[in-house]
């Protein structure tokens, strides 16, 4: 069998099987775009999510265009919702593997927080500790803004020093300043410029 034949839109196989299939990689590609734009969207990166916009749309049209002209495929439909929903999978794996943006740690430990405290800033967590009154007493409430790739880590922290602490995570979506894990180290020219800088 001639391989072009089964490109030639009349042809059976083209229809019910490389049509929808098409479709279905389409709508994979552009809902799995979509995913990521909105999310770029929410963590502020306003620069990169008309971008993203501008190809999820065409590959939609596409779609689109194609389902128009074969009203009658039943495939057609089922590749269309099929690539909708594994688009939305995929995009939330892919943001996962990203780990784009940062969060908000908010740990209440059952017991003494600073060897917990003393442990995070080692590691070049910025921690905040505010005394509270709980539900079985005072408590410590200790903050930290992260960078998400680094959640399973201070989770892992969190249950070495306080196993049964109640902790919450939150996405946030702007910072300014802050101190992070991954900031540069500091050199000997840093020490030398703060020198200047006091002598002034």
């Known amino acids: 069998m001639d391989i072009s034949s089964l490109f030639i839109q009349d042809s059976p196989i083209f229809t019910w099987v490389i049509l929808p299939l098409l479709i279905f990689v389409a709508r994979i590609s552009d809902q799995s775009i979509g995913t990521l734009r909105l999310i770029f969207l929410s963590k502020g990166q306003k620069g990169l999510a008309p ?4 190809f999820e749309v065409i590959i939609w049209l596409i779609a689109v265009g194609q389902i128009m002209k074969h009203l009658d ?3 057609c439909y089922i590749a269309y919702g099929g690539g909708f929903a594994m688009g939305n999978y995929l995009g939330m ?3 996962e593997k990203l780990s784009i943006g940062n969060v908000l740690v908010r740990i209440i430990p059952r017991k003494d927080t600073r060897d ?3 442990y995070l ?5 910025g921690v905040t500790s505010v005394e509270a009154e709980g539900a079985m007493g005072k408590v410590n409430i200790v903050f930290s803004i992260i960078k998400r790739k680094d959640v399973e880590h201070v989770v892992s922290i969190i249950n070495r020093f306080n196993p049964n602490a109640f902790y919450t ?3 946030v979506k702007a910072i300014n300043e802050g101190i992070f894990k991954n900031r540069r180290s500091r050199t000997i020219f840093d020490s030398i410029s703060y020198g200047l800088k006091k002598n002034k």
């Open 121 to 125: 800033r080692e590691n070049n967590y």
């Open 169 to 171: 995570i939150e996405d």
């Open 73 to 75: 495929n039943v495939l």
């Open 51 to 54: 971008f993203l916009g501008f």
């Open 116 to 118: 917990l405290i003393a």
């Open 93 to 95: 794996v892919l943001e």
